[in-house]
């Protein structure tokens, strides 16, 4: 049996990240491996429960260390209930969010210490990271024109908040170079797919 290989996929909302994810699941699926999709907030059923208490209302006040806690708790069930299981039967999973989210929007956005928010989700996920980290970045707003569904809480928080959160998540590349693959998101969908297929064949045996 192969490997399991985990994917994520970052970056500010409207970056393009959904359109990518399903490109490069149907890219693995037609070479006969098992993928599974994934995302966070809500890649369980307790996760979709938890996320519709962070995100279904942009008047919702939720205090910044709840906040992690809740995205913290999302992730912890879904690294033991999706996520391992997967990899252990070797297929390659895909995220569309995962840790660097937390630690961009909650340290970025949020100005949580990075330091508090790494070690509470690396304590949740019992330090499992993945293999390749695709960071799609885009001036949020550019990106923000792009979304066509109503703003959901983290969505309306605001431009500065939305540019925080981008520099912190190319502050993370920039400190871990060899997982992440940062790629300019103004570039069409079918360039960006290219580039990321052909780089996520290094990955997989």
Same mark, same amino acid.
């Given at each position: ?14 970056? #393009?990240?959904?359109?990518? +994810? ?5 890219? /693995? ?11 966070? $907030? #809500? ?6 429960? !938890? @996320?519709?208490?962070?995100?279904? %209302? $942009? ?18 069930? &879904? ?10 039967? #070797?297929?390659?999973?895909?995220? %569309? ?12 956005? @949020? ?7 790494? &070690?509470?989700?690396? /304590? =949740? ?11 799609? *970045?885009? *001036? $949020?707003?550019?990106? &923000? ?7 959901? @809480? ?22 871990? $170079?060899? @997982?992440?693959?940062?790629? *300019? ?6 360039? !960006? ?5 052909? *780089?996520? =064949?290094?990955? +997989?045996?």
């Amino acid at each position: 049996m192969s490997d399991g290989v985990f994917i994520s996929f970052e970056g500010v909302d409207g970056a #393009g990240k959904t359109t990518q +994810v399903e490109r490069l699941a149907q890219f /693995w699926q037609e070479r006969g491996r098992e993928v599974v999709v994934t995302r966070e $907030p #809500g890649g369980t059923s307790l996760g979709k429960r !938890i @996320r519709e208490l962070l995100l279904a %209302d $942009p008047n919702e006040t939720i205090t910044p260390r709840a906040e992690a806690l809740l995205f913290a708790a999302d992730r912890a069930q &879904h690294v033991e209930q999706i996520i391992r299981p997967a990899l252990e039967r #070797g297929a390659i999973v895909i995220t %569309d969010r995962y840790l660097d989210s937390s630690l961009a929007y909650q340290s970025g956005g @949020r100005e949580l210490t990075a330091d508090d928010v790494k &070690h509470l989700s690396m /304590w =949740a996920t019992n330090s499992l990271l993945p293999r390749r980290t695709y960071l799609l *970045d885009i *001036d $949020p707003r550019v990106s &923000h024109a792009r979304l066509t569904h109503e703003e959901d @809480r983290m969505e309306s928080a605001g431009e500065n908040f939305q540019q925080r959160t981008r520099r912190a998540f190319l502050q993370l590349a920039e400190a871990d $170079p060899e @997982r992440f693959l940062v790629i *300019d998101a103004t570039q069409t969908a079918d360039a !960006i797919g290219e580039l990321i297929c052909a *780089d996520s =064949a290094n990955l +997989v045996e």
